[in-house]
């Protein structure tokens, strides 16, 4: 990257300050953007980091504080002002029509007049320009509904640049997408750095920062505490600097004597909602006091299987035995009923299904369990038993800020998980199935996730979880069990799956071990 320290900066943020009620979002922050550059801002979930790229965008208004660009004062009090000083920001959830192609989305509040036909035709060439520029080929027309997750983000991007943005802010930009879809994210970062262009980059994931930034700025509670050039740091100083305190070790996994198969599925068979097969025969049996780790690149059949197993999506086929039991086909097969059988699920999208954002966070800390007679007094919920319950699950779980009145949307996506994952583990259940334990959670917020899914199996729960994060799944597993196009291709004890075979696996390139043998090994071996 050519020295550009002569010039000013593309950024410069003075002192800026943000209070929403009694929480001090940001204080005083100082923050030197320079051109031409990708530029890592990290830090814990609720440590100010969107608070502050989004004053930079012109959603919020600081407190007090001063933003220059290119080394002159200026007054960014909306998104068009933002936009006027070529500001972009691609949110962490895409702010796109899902009705609309491509195109529509891109013109979308730049049409270039009445005459819409004029405008889309330059519109469509422009678009075309700079797919072309930056390797970012999208189909125009499509319907960006039926879009995958990585093409979508494209045309995010696609749109800020159709707009004129000199300086790109990506929030989270990696949490939604594989691992393929993120090494193309990142080429296309770099080719914007190439042209000049600034980026600066909101993450918790640390390797990432390491990959692709310049230069790094770590947040905690609300301040800016360093600055980095990215080459001279390392991540152990990073997430040391995040929390203000020295990481743990890696989580260990002591022995735990095996109990009875708790949860066995045979031969499942689910489909998606317009009918498409997505879950083909999937086998396994799960006992007390193991984790099996599902891996596989996103949408091939994960999601349908947590769906069935959690009660949320009826099978078209097999069974589901809960304790011996059969759930499925003939048997009581609902989240309630489930839940009253003592099994626990923390859902893969907690903003669709693990909470309402619009309630407090103490009517989402009993989600599904609100009939329990504990939170009842007359027949009516108890909202003083309810929040002082709250409070004290938010205390043992980390969750940041304590406060059980505050609206489930307003806490950062770590806290919202850690308050999930602190509801499900608190029922003390005999089954805990979880998807996508840390998606778009910071490091101590993963450190104390897979804590608590690790104390879990020393209790004797029988845990299953699906991720997208091989090492998310090689960290907290017993066994591993891969899914390919809703079919499982290996199934291998955590000691056997060095990222090469796994990888094979989720790709259906490599044969594995087959469906059940480890499961009956490990029986074998316990009886």
């Known amino acids: 990257m050519p020295e550009l320290s002569a010039a000013p ?19 005083a922050v100082d923050l030197v953007v320079r051109r031409g550059e990708i530029h890592g801002i990290v830090g814990e979930n609720g440590a100010g980091k969107s608070t502050l790229m989004s004053i ?7 407190d007090s504080g001063e933003i220059l660009r290119d080394g002159k004062v200026v007054r960014i009090a909306s998104s068009a002002d933002a936009i006027r000083q070529g500001i972009e920001m691609v949110h962490q959830h895409f702010m796109l029509v899902d009705r609309f192609t491509v195109l529509e989305n891109v013109m979308l509040g730049a049409e270039g007049g009445a005459l819409l036909r004029r405008g889309a035709a330059k519109a469509r060439a422009e678009l075309r320009r700079l797919a072309a520029e930056y390797g970012m080929a999208v189909d125009p027309d499509a319907v960006v509904g039926e879009l995958p997750v990585g093409a979508q983000q494209r045309v995010e991007i696609l749109k800020a640049l159709y707009r004129g ?4 802010i990506l929030d989270e930009p990696t949490g939604v997408l594989t691992p393929q879809e993120a090494d193309d994210l990142f080429r296309v970062l770099r080719a914007l750095r190439a042209q000049g262009r600034t980026v600066l980059l909101i993450t918790h994931k640390l390797r990432e920062i390491m990959a692709i930034t310049d230069r790094v700025s770590v947040m905690r509670a609300g301040e800016m505490v360093a600055h980095r050039v990215t080459r001279e740091t390392s991540p152990e100083e990073l997430g040391e600097l995040m929390i203000g305190r020295r990481l743990r070790r890696e989580n260990t996994k002591p022995a735990v004597a095996l109990g009875p198969v708790l949860l066995e599925v045979e031969d499942l068979r689910v489909r998606d909602n317009t009918g498409v097969e997505r879950v ?11 984790i099996l780790g599902v891996a596989g690149v996103a949408g091939n059949g994960q999601s349908e299987l947590l769906e069935a197993l959690a009660g949320m999506r009826a099978p078209s086929g097999g069974r589901i035995s809960l304790r011996g039991e059969t759930v499925f086909p003939g048997g009581r097969h609902d989240p309630a009923s489930l839940r009253a059988q003592r099994l626990a699920h923390v859902p893969e999208d907690r903003l669709r299904s693990g909470l309402v954002r619009g309630f407090p966070a103490m009517d989402s800390a009993i989600l599904g369990y609100q009939d329990d007679p504990r939170y009842r007094r007359g027949g009516l919920l108890d909202g003083r038993r309810i929040e002082a319950e709250a409070a004290r699950l938010m205390r043992e779980h980390d969750v940041r800020p304590p406060i059980p ?3 489930s949307s307003l806490f950062s996506g770590g806290n919202q998980q850690k308050l999930i994952v602190g509801r499900e583990v608190e029922r003390a259940p005999e089954v805990l199935i979880v998807g996508q334990p840390t998606r778009g959670v910071d490091i101590g917020g993963i450190d104390t996730i897979h804590a608590r899914l690790l104390a879990a199996r020393a209790a004797g729960v029988a845990v299953l979880v699906v991720s997208v994060e091989l090492d998310e799944i090689t960290r907290l597993s017993d066994r591993i069990l891969v899914m390919f196009d809703g079919t499982v291709t290996g199934e291998l004890p955590v000691a056997e799956a060095d990222e090469r075979r796994l990888g094979l696996l989720m790709a259906g390139a490599e044969a594995g071990v087959p469906p059940g043998a480890v499961a009956g090994n490990a029986m074998a071996g316990a009886g």
């Open 405 to 407: 009145t505050l609206r």
């Open 56 to 62: 930079l965008n012109g959603f919020y208004t600081a």
């Open 9 to 27: 900066p593309a950024i410069e943020l003075r002192a800026i300050s943000k209070r929403f009620g009694t929480v001090q979002a940001n204080h």
């Open 280 to 290: 083909k025969g999937v086998s396994f049996a799960l006992r007390g006091g193991e």
């Open 165 to 168: 943005a000199e300086v790109l």
